[in-house]
């Protein structure tokens, strides 16, 4: 079974970046999907991007396309979200998620049952 813990957030002014980590373990995440999702106050927690267990292909919603580059390294462990371009509306806390393969098998699985590993959350805030 694999742990999962993100960092990286923090506040920031619109327009800034911001670089979350999430870090495994108790286990590989070769071999499994991955993907970041977002909880603003008050919505539900959603799909922002995903990407295969080798990284060789990813995906992203509509909202981050263009801004957000979703990556991982197998070797150390880890996945990564850059955010550049951050706008207010990005503000949330931003969880990391592991799916063992064969369960989605493409880049985009945006449903958030489909997980069965999730960090504890990192808090992104981004001012006007």
């Known amino acids: 079974q694999v742990s999962l813990v993100e960092s990286g957030g923090g506040l920031v002014q619109a327009g800034g970046s911001l670089r979350l980590s999430c870090a495994a373990s108790?286990?590989?995440?070769?071999?499994?999907?991955m993907a970041w999702f977002r909880q603003a106050p008050g919505k539900e927690r959603v799909y922002v991007a995903g990407i295969t267990w080798s990284g060789g292909d990813t995906f992203y919603t509509d909202s981050v396309s263009g801004r957000f580059i979703i990556s991982r390294d197998n070797p150390k462990n880890s996945m990564y979200l850059q955010m550049t371009s951050l706008k207010p509306e990005d503000t949330a806390v931003y969880y990391c998620?592991?799916?063992?393969?064969?369960?989605?098998?493409?880049?985009?699985?945006?449903?958030?049952?489909?997980?069965?590993?999730w960090g504890q959350g990192t808090q992104v805030t981004v001012s006007s």
């Open positions: 108790g286990g590989t995440i070769n071999g499994y999907g």
């Open positions: 998620a592991a799916s063992t393969f064969g369960i989605c098998t493409g880049a985009k699985c945006p449903v958030a049952s489909w997980y069965a590993y």
